[in-house]
């Protein structure tokens, strides 16, 4: 069974700081893996996804992630957080067949200024 | 070009009553998967309609049905609410080949069970 993990329940960073929220993953066969974003109240938004090809992931407001096939990683960063990315994000694993999204249980991000 | 759209936004409604949510999917896209997000957690997946049938299940009690219209647009039905079926319910549709695509996400709809 495919499997999310992000184990830090909640990360803090000053405002022009890089950030690293960390994601890792169970699946069998080759993952297909997403961030999406959570505001307030808010559906998620989706920031990146890597399916296939360069490890390196950019995706919306800056992000990007790296896929780390040997160690079932796929980490979100930023080279320099905004206050206005304080929010909640979660990690997604959608195995190569079936069409379930399984998410992670999400980590909050605080910026401070 | 509106997104996915979900009604009602709130929804208060007593134990082992039924309840009815509504979402209409994103310009474009045939296919809805409904979630469960209860407070402090991730998404659980429901189900996913494509093509007016049901493609996939997740781990929820039959309680929990669903259907798809021809204009792709889907409800999400719950009978015999309990108190842990309050949630945040979220719908997302998608492209429905099998092209990898990300899934976009409606603003849900809180259900209140008391």
């Known amino acids: 069974a495919q499997s999310v993990a992000q184990p830090e329940d909640q990360v803090n960073v000053a405002e022009g700081n890089p950030l690293t929220v960390k994601c890792t993953y169970s699946?069998?066969?080759?993952?297909?893996l997403f961030w999406y974003v959570q505001y307030p109240n808010r559906g998620l938004q989706f920031l990146l996804k890597y399916i296939t090809g360069d490890n390196l992931v950019k995706g919306s407001y800056g992000f990007e992630a790296e896929f780390n096939k040997s160690q079932t990683s796929f980490h979100l960063k930023k080279p320099s957080a905004l206050v206005s990315d304080s929010a909640l994000y979660f990690c997604?694993?959608?195995?190569?067949?079936?069409?379930?999204?399984?998410f992670g249980p999400g980590t909050r991000l605080s910026v401070l200024p | 070009d509106a997104g996915v759209t979900q009604s009602p936004t709130h929804l208060i409604k007593t134990r082992g009553q039924q309840v009815t949510l509504r979402c209409s999917p994103k310009s474009g896209h045939d296919t809805v998967s409904w979630y469960q997000q209860a407070l402090g957690q991730g998404p659980q997946f429901i189900f996913q309609?494509?093509?007016?049938?049901?493609?996939q299940r997740g781990n929820f009690p039959d309680r929990f049905s669903g259907h798809q219209f021809p204009n792709y647009s889907s409800e999400l039905n719950v009978n015999a609410l309990l108190l842990g079926d309050s949630a945040l319910y979220l719908c997302a549709s998608s492209g429905g080949d099998n092209r990898v695509y990300e899934q976009y996400f409606g603003p849900g709809t809180r259900l209140t069970v008391t």
């Open positions: 997604a694993v959608r195995e190569t067949r079936g069409q379930n999204f399984v």
């Open positions: 309609y494509y093509e007016e049938e049901e493609r």
């Open positions: 699946v069998s066969g080759n993952p297909y």
